[in-house]
């Protein structure tokens, strides 16, 4: 069974001409499958998901599966508003070469995604999975949270491996850790509080911050698992505002930005996202210098 342990990116999708950059996303792969950190996940929430057709989200983890093929584990984003599309995307990730799926909360219809609901969802969507299956939890995005009571019940579940809660409750983290079984992994969703997690027991993270700082947010975990934790705080301490610019201060378009001031292809977000403005970009650069990680940021 596939093990959820250490530092993955969500990776943004390139456009260029309102399609998907293959060219470019190829030049990107190479830079995050040679960095430090573990993993990758493609179509997550940085992967703008929700703006991919059905054929494209097809493609995407075919083409982003083949090239991480023996050098990193890829995990695929699959959560949709159905559960036959979620099962479905499922086993097309499978078919790709995906090692596991990220499966977010269906939302449009929140009023009724009570707790009952959302668990025959996810027990549906593990059950017919071919793939181990991670519970996403997105409440910014998606306005609704999976509970820690409803995460320690899914956890019993054999195919049900883990969850990224990108919700920063950390009372919440701390007693899904507790209340969940040892064998399922609980996943930091923001390099924000990356250490404070892996503190409680936390297995690692997927970041957006890993996109741009890959082997930062790798060595902030290798320090607190070597007992360095006076650098460990330091390094989550100097990570803290570059993370905030590339998620909730500016999201995606800032992510994007800072992207290719380290030399990576940012491009525009697809619409009706958009771009960062130039006085946004110049303070976006200066947040990123502070850090000492860039000799001098680009774009």
């Given amino acids: 069974m596939f093990?959820?342990?250490?530092?993955?990116?969500?990776?943004?999708?390139?456009?260029a001409g309102g399609e998907i950059a293959y060219d470019k996303l190829?030049?990107?792969?190479?830079?995050?499958?040679?960095?430090?950190?573990?993993?990758i996940v493609v179509m997550g929430s940085n992967g703008e998901f929700v703006l991919l057709t059905p054929q494209e989200k097809e493609e995407l983890m075919r083409f982003v599966c083949a090239r991480a093929k023996g050098k990193k584990p890829v995990v695929a984003g699959t959560g949709a508003e159905s559960t036959a599309e979620t099962i479905h995307l499922n086993e097309q990730a499978a078919e790709a070469g995906a090692d596991a799926v990220l499966?977010?909360?269906p939302n449009y219809y929140k009023g009724e995604m009570n707790d009952q609901v959302l668990a025959?969802?996810?027990?549906?969507?593990?059950?017919?999975?071919?793939?181990?299956?991670?519970?996403?939890?997105?409440?910014?995005?998606?306005?609704?949270?999976?509970?820690?009571?409803?995460?320690?019940?899914?956890?019993?579940?054999?195919n049900i491996i883990g969850i990224k809660d990108s919700g920063g409750n950390i009372v919440q983290i701390a007693d899904t850790i507790r209340n969940s079984p040892a064998d399922f992994s609980v996943f930091a969703g923001s390099a924000s509080f990356l250490l404070t997690s892996l503190v409680l027991g936390a297995t690692g993270?997927?970041?957006?911050?890993?996109?741009?700082?890959?082997?930062?947010?790798a060595r902030l975990q290798k320090l607190f698992e070597d007992g360095k934790?006076?650098?460990?705080?330091?390094?989550?301490?100097?990570?803290?505002?570059?993370?905030?610019a590339v998620t909730a201060r500016w999201g995606i378009p800032g992510l994007?930005?800072?992207?290719?001031?380290?030399?990576?292809?940012?491009?525009?977000?697809?619409?009706?996202?958009?771009?960062?403005?130039?006085?946004?970009?110049?303070?976006?650069?200066?947040v990123l210098m502070r850090t000492g990680f860039l000799s001098q940021a680009k774009g």
């Avoid at 959820?4 to 456009?15: K, N, R, S, V």
């Avoid at 025959?120 to 991670?134: C, K, M, N």
């Avoid at 006076?230 to 905030?244: F, T």
């Fill in 3 to 15: 093990k959820l342990h250490g530092i993955y990116a969500p990776i943004a999708t390139p456009f």
């Fill in 120 to 158: 025959r969802f996810f027990t549906d969507v593990a059950d017919a999975s071919p793939l181990p299956v991670i519970l996403y939890n997105m409440p910014r995005n998606t306005g609704i949270n999976i509970s820690a009571k409803l995460t320690a019940e899914l956890a019993k579940h054999p």
């Fill in 205 to 217: 993270g997927t970041l957006a911050l890993a996109n741009i700082f890959p082997n930062e947010c």
């Fill in 229 to 244: 934790l006076k650098e460990a705080r330091d390094l989550q301490m100097n990570l803290i505002d570059s993370n905030n």
């Fill in 256 to 286: 994007k930005a800072a992207m290719e001031m380290i030399g990576l292809y940012g491009g525009d977000p697809r619409p009706p996202l958009l771009p960062l403005k130039e006085a946004e970009r110049e303070e976006l650069r200066k």
């Fill in 103 to 105: 499966v977010v909360t």
């Fill in 26 to 39: 190829e030049k990107n792969l190479v830079f995050w499958l040679g960095s430090d950190m573990t993993g």
